[in-house]
């Protein structure tokens, strides 16, 4: 099996981190909004040489509320936007699941990442995941992965939570952990 040479990898939460959430879910692509900087950010990920992927819970499509037609409409649509600002979202991984369905990849459960790590084949260490829920920590220090929290989405009310994952790193929004990390990176 040919090993992949670039193991430099960015994993994101989809809701709340690249675009913005909403409690009624986000069911079509005109629902699907940006969040300010954060295609930006990708694509300032991308140039450093880091390959970007999502693990996203979507229990919207367990639920009924939408369906796989609109999650890859939605897909274009994210994909489209990066790469209008020179961003590439390598792979999207995501979680169809509800909470009775008692996957392995819902998060804070760790199947997802698992499943990251071994289509990119990258070690959890030093590898970041970043997440404006506290499920999305979990399942990445279930793992050994460094997580990173931001504060748009779901984030300001998961910071007030406290019970963050020790060594987790908060910063306001995804183009601020894109700069901390990368200037973190050049250290
Ligand atoms: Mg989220
Ligand atoms: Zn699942």
Redesign the pocket.
């Known amino acids: 099996m040919p090993t992949n040479a670039n193991r430099k990898l960015v994993i994101l939460?989809?809701?709340?981190?690249i675009n913005v959430?909403s409690d009624a879910f986000i069911k079509s692509p005109d629902e699907w909004v940006a969040i300010p900087g954060s295609l930006e950010a990708i694509a300032r990920l991308n140039q450093a040489g880091y390959r970007v992927a999502i693990a996203?819970?979507q229990s919207g499509i367990g639920r009924g509320l939408f369906d796989m037609a609109a999650l890859n409409a939605m897909h274009e649509k994210m994909n489209r936007a990066a790469a209008a600002v020179g961003g590439r979202i390598d792979a999207v991984f995501f979680c169809p699941h509800t909470q009775e369905d008692e996957c392995e990849c819902r998060k804070p459960k760790p199947g997802m990442l698992q499943q990251i790590v071994e289509r990119f084949e990258i070690d959890p260490e030093g590898t970041p995941v970043v997440?404006?829920?506290l499920r999305?920590l979990q399942a990445g220090a279930a793992l050994g992965f460094a997580t990173h929290l931001v504060l748009t989405?779901?984030g300001q009310k998961t910071l007030a939570g406290g019970n963050l994952p020790p060594n987790t790193k908060v910063h306001a929004d995804l183009r601020t952990f894109a700069l901390d990390f990368l200037a973190a990176d050049h250290d």
């Not at 939460?13 to 981190?17: I, T």
């Open positions: 939460d989809r809701d709340g981190v959430d996203s819970n997440g404006d829920s999305d989405g779901k």
